[in-house]
């Protein structure tokens, strides 16, 4: 099936149009001017039959026309990059506009697009963590499931951080791991990266046990604290706010002190997402600076693109324009 890498066939229209009225114009001029001089312009069409030919292949190959798939290989650094993103109700609060959640999804989505080679994969967590996405090379899964995150997706208590670095700990530990018999050709652990989205709302749980045994796993964590010290109330569906037990409007703000933690246990590095901050780029380079222990070679189907033939045909058309000469005015 024929497929097209650039398929903008408005602007080919356009150019193709533009080719064809300078080549009319060209034509008319050399007519008139053979009329002048009281002579017929002959064999003017067959170099004009060559032009628009080599013009047509040119704008063939410009718009790269893929003709089945091959087989290409792709070299990995080796790593995984985690999404772990809050979920709990404070991440609907407005300090970080429109809201920190959908500020985290927008700048997640930017993230996802700058690793098409490594795996990623989502967790989301509140009360409780689950996998939204299990690591994969598909970026539209990854976008997907990104896309589907929203507040009361989990049932609502007390936010927890350790619940969703211990289920990524677990899928660590659950890594087969290659005899010792094989260890000169067997491929090292991938290096893993974990972008924790929150902000940093913890209840007082113990997160040092988890943190050693990640940071065991050679793993680092990437906390992104989204929100402000200031902090704001937080809107329910109906049009007002959540109260707390006393009946006043319950203020959430930006908790630095666990996330710091989770950095500075694991080597890794905190960031600050908020109206005046984005954090989200030098998060970029210090993932990119995390190279995997190894390169892995994986095979993909990719497009053929045989733009080369309608080029090459197209360029020996013109040669033979330039080479072959008539007599277009004959006295």
């Given at each position: 099936?024929?497929?097209?890498?650039?398929?903008?066939?408005?602007?080919?229209a356009?150019?193709?149009?533009?080719?064809?009225?300078?080549?009319g114009w060209?034509?008319?001029?050399?007519g008139?001017?053979?009329?002048?001089?009281g002579s017929?312009?002959?064999?003017?069409g067959?170099k004009?039959?060559?032009?628009?030919?080599?013009?047509?292949?040119?704008?063939?190959?410009?718009?790269?026309?893929?003709?089945?798939?091959?087989?290409?290989?792709?070299?990995?650094?080796?790593?995984?990059?985690?999404?772990?993103?809050?979920v709990?109700?404070?991440?609907?609060?407005?300090?970080?506009?429109?809201?920190?959640?959908?500020?985290?999804?927008?700048?997640l989505?930017?993230?996802?697009?700058?690793?098409p080679?490594?795996?990623?994969?989502?967790?989301?967590?509140?009360?409780e963590?689950?996998?939204?996405?299990p690591?994969?090379?598909?970026?539209?899964?990854?976008?997907?499931?990104?896309?589907t995150?929203?507040t009361?997706l989990?049932?609502p208590?007390?936010?927890?951080?350790?619940?969703?670095?211990?289920?990524?700990?677990?899928?660590?530990?659950?890594?087969?791991?290659?005899?010792?018999?094989?260890?000169?050709?067997?491929?090292?652990?991938?290096?893993?990266?974990?972008?924790?989205a929150?902000?940093?709302e913890?209840?007082?749980?113990?997160?040092?046990?988890?943190?050693?045994?990640l940071?065991?796993?050679?793993a680092?964590?990437?906390?992104?604290?989204v929100?402000?010290?200031v902090?704001?109330?937080?809107p329910?569906?109906?049009?007002?706010?959540i109260?707390?037990?006393?009946?006043?409007?319950?203020?959430?703000r930006?908790?630095?002190?666990?996330?710091?933690?989770?950095?500075?246990?694991?080597?890794?590095?905190?960031?600050?997402?908020?109206?005046?901050a984005n954090?989200?780029?030098?998060?970029?380079?210090?993932?990119?600076a995390?190279?995997?222990?190894?390169?892995?070679?994986?095979t993909?189907?990719?497009?053929?693109?045989?733009y080369?033939?309608?080029?090459?045909?197209a360029?020996?058309?013109?040669?033979?324009?330039?080479?072959l000469?008539?007599?277009?005015?004959?006295?």
């Amino acid at each position: 099936m024929l497929n097209w890498a650039y398929p903008d066939f408005t602007a080919a229209a356009l150019a193709l149009a533009v080719a064809l009225l300078l080549l009319g114009w060209h034509w008319q001029r050399g007519g008139r001017l053979a009329r002048l001089l009281g002579s017929r312009a002959r064999h003017r069409g067959w170099k004009t039959v060559l032009r628009v030919a080599a013009g047509a292949l040119l704008l063939a190959a410009a718009l790269g026309p893929s003709l089945g798939v091959s087989q290409s290989t792709v070299r990995t650094a080796g790593k995984d990059v985690w999404l772990l993103v809050d979920v709990s109700r404070s991440m609907d609060a407005p300090d970080v506009a429109p809201s920190r959640l959908l500020r985290t999804q927008a700048e997640l989505r930017e993230l996802v697009a700058q690793f098409p080679a490594d795996r990623l994969g989502v967790v989301a967590f509140g009360a409780e963590a689950v996998v939204q996405c299990p690591l994969t090379y598909d970026q539209e899964a990854v976008l997907t499931f990104l896309g589907t995150l929203r507040t009361g997706l989990l049932p609502p208590g007390p936010t927890t951080l350790r619940a969703p670095l211990e289920l990524v700990l677990a899928r660590l530990s659950a890594t087969p791991v290659r005899p010792a018999a094989t260890s000169a050709t067997a491929t090292p652990p991938r290096a893993t990266a974990l972008v924790v989205a929150s902000d940093g709302e913890d209840f007082g749980e113990n997160l040092e046990p988890t943190l050693r045994a990640l940071a065991r796993t050679g793993a680092r964590v990437y906390p992104v604290g989204v929100g402000t010290a200031v902090g704001s109330k937080i809107p329910t569906a109906s049009g007002g706010f959540i109260v707390d037990g006393r009946g006043q409007p319950a203020l959430t703000r930006l908790r630095e002190a666990p996330l710091l933690q989770l950095a500075a246990q694991t080597g890794g590095q905190y960031f600050a997402l908020n109206n005046q901050a984005n954090g989200f780029e030098p998060l970029l380079r210090a993932l990119r600076a995390m190279q995997g222990p190894a390169e892995q070679v994986r095979t993909v189907a990719v497009a053929d693109n045989r733009y080369r033939y309608p080029l090459a045909a197209a360029l020996l058309l013109l040669a033979l324009d330039v080479v072959l000469t008539v007599t277009v005015i004959r006295p």
